[in-house]
């Protein structure tokens, strides 16, 4: 069983900046997937950004350029550092790990995008 805990959401201005972190508890954090998808009011949940054991990174095309995925194997935690935010950014973010057949999902983080 792995448990994902995401944190830094929050309210912050179009333009601005925020750092998400998810914590993994659980073995063989280094051989996943990890990944940050997020869901709007009455949308789908969709990619936004993932990191494969190896580092190789990939991202949904809107936030190419302006967020940056990152992990740390020693700390078992990943982050999305999120800037130049815009209110359709707006969305619950949430943290996944996927190795093989697992598949596990974190609570989720608001982040609101507004001024």
């Known amino acids: 069983q792995v448990q994902l805990v995401e944190s830094g959401g929050g309210l912050v201005q179009p333009g601005g900046s925020l750092r998400l972190s998810c914590a993994a508890s659980?073995?063989?954090?280094?051989?996943?997937?990890m990944g940050w998808y997020r869901q709007a009011p009455g949308k789908q949940r969709e990619l936004v950004a993932t990191?494969?054991?190896?580092?190789?990174?990939n991202y949904e095309d809107s936030v190419k350029g302006r967020f940056t995925i990152s992990r740390d194997n020693s700390k078992n935690t990943v982050d999305l550092q999120m800037n130049s935010l815009k209110p359709e950014g707006t969305a619950v973010y949430y943290c996944n790990f996927k190795l093989f057949a697992q598949n596990f999902w974190g609570q989720g983080t608001q982040v609101t995008v507004s001024s």
């Open positions: 659980g073995s063989h954090f280094s051989f996943a997937t």
């Open positions: 990191i494969s054991g190896g580092g190789s990174t």
